[in-house]
């Protein structure tokens, strides 16, 4: 067991975290937007190891490193990038190690209580990316993005009043779906890339099928391939739905039903050595899984497939 003092440490409020960081108390409880300058902006020397938000967190960084980019011969935009973070992840302390300009918005929970976006929030699956998964923003996307944090912290410094709250949460919205609409530009602009990733997806899939010892761990996960591509699980769910119509389950299900397919017409093996074969743990489940998927069992495949 950890001790106390190996815990991350949990900042619950806005106002804990700015004094933390040495940052004047927030205009609003439950929101605040920090500028990052060269000469100003939070001490995040001060910060604990590890800790943890129990709010949001938006960043747009003005200028994102090579580091950030994918292998050779393959550009991203460098004017700038988000990142994001979803409460109760786990951050450590980079300290003040290169160019942190631009802006943090926080905002907790609570401030979209009772408003349709607190449910539809945890829809953008980029809350789960990692840090090497940024947006990469073009200048045009970059002066969208800006001023829609320009427009929250004109109504934080000058409109506090009974619309704001209403007002705040429609540019929060607003910089979702911008962020949703330009993540899905960047798949595009990255197929190169990407159809690499997936091809080292598919290779690591045959990997998994054809190795006995692996397969004793069971069906592959999407959190299995997503570690054999140093992707997050979300990131590697979006970037293949962008590029096949279908998220990494899915994928993950047709491969099976393709080798499945395989086996079963091709070899002499009874069902439950297949099944055993492709990572089941019992005959039946892997019938069950099969006919959800082709509405038909393994038998009345291999006996159809014979008779054609």
Known sequence: MKK????????????????????????????SLAEITDDAGPDASRLPPSFIYNFYKISFK??????????????DFDDGGLFFKAPGQVSANAGNNGDHSGLTLLFH???????????????????????????????????TIISIFQHIGDELRNRIDKFSQAVIISHIEALLNYSDRFYQRQFITRHAVNTDLLQRLEHALDSYFNNEETLKQGLPSVQFLAD???????????????????????????????????????????????AYGLGFGHQSSFSRFFKSKTNQSPLEFRNGFHLS
């Open 109 to 143: 929970p609570d401030l979209l209580q009772h408003h349709p976006l607190a449910k539809r929030i945890r829809q953008y699956g980029f809350f789960s990316y990692s840090v090497h998964e940024a947006l990469h923003l073009s200048e045009k996307e970059k002066e």
């Open 62 to 75: 003005r200028h994102l490193t090579g580091q950030l980019k994918y292998g050779q011969g393959y550009y």
């Open 228 to 274: 054999q591509l140093s992707l997050s699980p979300g990131y590697l769910s979006d970037m293949l739905r962008s590029l096949t119509g279908q998220n990494a389950q899915q994928h993950i299900h047709s491969r099976l039903i393709e080798k499945a397919k395989e086996k079963i017409s091709t070899t002499g093996m009874t069902i439950s050595e297949i």
């Open 4 to 31: 106390d003092g190996q815990r991350p440490k949990t900042f619950n409020s806005l106002s804990e975290l700015h004094r933390v960081l040495g940052l004047p108390g927030p205009l609003h409880p439950l929101i």
